[in-house]
């Protein structure tokens, strides 16, 4: 049998690339419990069963109240409650009574005889109350495709009530020792016999990047034995590794029978060790022939069998460390503790940009979505806005610089939009959207904010904030109305139903447009908020307002149709609206923005906003400059 010679010297980049294009895996979906899913990747957006928590709960050790009945507490008139009649003792996590909307803190009670108490000042509505959905939102996505499940996501997962999720088949690798001089166990070790040490750090290496390790016996140096042994290890398999062999001695056939089967991309690579490395295709199948000095085999195995199991899992290497990055935000903090804070990390302008997440210690989710961690040292403040700090990363930083960086008004449309292009979103409300637009610390500004002047949406902005450098992007146009439970319980038909002696709002945060268009609408029917209870209660997303409403904190709030309808919830439309992207010209030539305008002009994404309801596309995508105002 003629002996293998491999004359090729190829560039490493250049030999992975066209490897990895000759592949096409077949990638299977299992369903798996979370507890079963540590380091698997998923297979697709996971969206919550349930609200977390699930119940009105006390944040803090004390009192329940109705918070109307307190109204006359003062320091200098001490108001007295009578247990059972005007409160219950309650503890942290205990569910909120129902003929309750307060929690007043055990310390700012004195307790009397007699089961009464004292208290000196007012409770607020829902103070220290944790609302149905605080942390979870049912509906909401918990994990997007193609996420490598960590423990934080795990416990996030139960907590949305999931029990199975999609997640990917690992990649089965086929491992082949080959060499008559191979043996297994240490007994048979004896003189010009070697142990098979090889295949077993493939296996742990195999294992380690989220694949199943198939280990084969040690086949012997034998041309039709080792035929045999490849095409069975081709058809269990969706990856096969053959060690040793690869080289020019009078034994090595791995080459000749890979090319007798299939196709040898190359035979020789410019690395040294891992020099006589073998890339080949059969049956569509990657089949590697790796060097067998360890030293080779372990730089081959990390040079080319990983990106192979890094490619079917469609993930990216990791790659930990500190880094320093820019807040977008001033955190302040407390001199008695050591904090930790989950940011989020984006590249502006070259500038890695960080900005922090929810800072509550219920809210799972920001560890969910946090890019990295933030340490405030004991005895500190704090950190400044656009100060200088050092972050520890939890997502590899080539990862995080091919995200887009959205921050300003929030729309379910920027999930699904997420579950499709790398988009990393923060809900700041319009203004919030605009001001950082302007600061350099986001790529995408979602806005909806009306002009009062001529009723038209978001143009006004770029004449009013910003200089012909920015643009402004068509997104959807979408039904903004009332949220209400099931049936109207309690007769709401308009903005003006929200003066009723017995009716609770929910409201978005200051500088939301939602927010904005209320304003708007209560000074054209001369209402003035402060006559509307819960005016000043808010809300960070259209979904956690349908929440409050949906578990009763609520009775009505302004919201997109699409919420109502994802909570099972009634809806009166008052108007329709521009939810647009303001973004910087120069913005529009980064490879990321361009699949942003190609995903949401595709007729992929019109037809999942008309699955949500109350959206439509007409001029989705339409680019408007400043000098197109009329």
């Known amino acids: 049998m003629k002996r293998d010679k491999y004359i090729d010297n190829i560039d490493v980049e250049e030999a992975l690339q066209k490897f990895l294009s000759k592949i ?106 944790r609302p149905v959905g605080e942390d979870i939102i049912k509906g909401e996505p918990v994990l997007f495709a193609n996420h490598k499940i960590r423990p934080q996501d795990i416990g996030a997962l139960l907590s949305a009530g999931l029990m199975e999720i999609p997640i990917y088949k690992k990649p089965k690798v086929g491992i082949i020792p080959t060499g008559t001089e191979i043996v297994e166990d240490s007994k048979e070790l004896s003189y010009g016999k070697i142990m098979d040490s090889n295949s077993r750090m493939f296996a742990a290496m195999v294992e380690k990047w989220g694949g199943e390790a198939s280990r084969f016996s040690p086949t012997e140096d034998n041309y039709h034995k080792l035929s045999e042994t490849i095409k069975k290890a081709v058809q269990e398999n969706d990856i096969v590794v053959i060690n040793a062999g690869s080289s020019t001695g009078t034994k090595d056939f791995t080459a000749s029978i890979i090319g007798d089967m299939g196709e040898v991309l190359s035979h020789g690579v410019a690395l040294k060790p891992g020099k006589p490395t073998i890339l080949a295709v059969v049956q569509g199948k990657p089949v590697l022939g790796i060097p067998g000095y360890p030293v080779s085999a372990f730089i081959s195995a990390e040079t080319f069998l990983k990106p192979l199991i890094e490619n079917y899992l469609l993930q990216k290497k990791q790659n930990r460390s500190k880094i320093k990055a820019v807040l977008s935000r001033s955190i302040p903090s407390s001199l008695k503790h050591r904090e930790i804070v989950r940011v989020t990390l984006g590249f502006i302008d070259g500038k890695l940009i960080a900005t922090p997440l929810s800072r509550g210690a219920g809210v799972s989710m920001s560890l969910v979505k946090a890019d990295a961690l933030l340490e405030i040292p004991r005895n500190y403040e704090g950190y400044q806005k656009g100060e200088e700090v050092e972050v520890t990363l939890l997502r590899p930083l080539e990862e995080i610089g091919e995200y887009l960086i959205s921050i300003g008004s929030h729309d379910i449309v920027m999930d699904l939009i997420a579950d499709e292009v790398n988009l990393s979103s923060t809900h700041t409300g319009s203004m919030g959207g605009v001001t950082a637009l302007k600061r350099g610390q986001t790529h995408i500004a979602p806005v909806h904010i009306l ?146 305008l190609n995903f949401i002009r595709s007729q992929r994404f019109e037809d999942k906003i008309k699955n949500l309801g109350g959206y439509n596309a007409r001029e989705t995508g339409k680019l408007i400059f400043k000098g197109d105002i009329s």
């Open 24 to 129: 096409d895996f077949k990638r299977e979906i299992e369903k798996k419990a979370p507890w079963d899913s540590l380091d698997r990747i998923t297979g697709d957006l996971i969206s919550a069963n349930f609200s977390s928590p699930n119940y009105n709960a006390a944040a803090m050790d004390g009192i329940a109240v109705l918070s109307k009945k307190t109204i006359n507490a003062r320091e200098n008139s001490p108001l007295i409650l009578k247990e059972k009649t005007d409160f219950l003792y309650v503890n942290t996590g205990n569910p909120l009574p129902k003929e309750y909307d307060s929690v007043i803190m055990i310390e700012d009670v004195v307790e009397l005889d007699k089961g009464e108490v004292e208290i000196i000042s007012p409770a607020r509505p829902w103070q220290h109350v």
């Open 451 to 596: 002009n009062e002047q001529n009723g038209v949406y978001n143009e006004f902005l770029l004449d009013k904030y910003f200089d012909d450098e920015t643009v402004l992007i068509r997104g959807v146009e979408r039904e903004q109305g009332l949220i209400l439970p099931k049936g109207n319980p309690k007769n709401i038909f308009g903005i003006s139903d929200l003066l009723k002696e017995n009716i609770i709002f929910i409201n978005r945060q200051r500088g939301a447009g939602t927010r904005i268009l209320l304003d708007y609408l209560l000074k054209k029917d001369g209402i003035s908020s402060s006559d509307i209870t819960g005016y000043e209660r808010e809300a960070t997303t259209h979904m956690a307002c349908a929440t409050a409403v949906k578990s009763g904190s609520a009775d009505v709030a302004l919201g997109i149709k699409a919420a109502a309808q994802v909570m099972d919830l009634d809806f009166i439309p008052i108007t329709f609206e521009n939810y647009d992207f303001l973004v910087k010209k120069e913005t529009l030539s980064d490879e990321r923005m361009k699949s942003f």
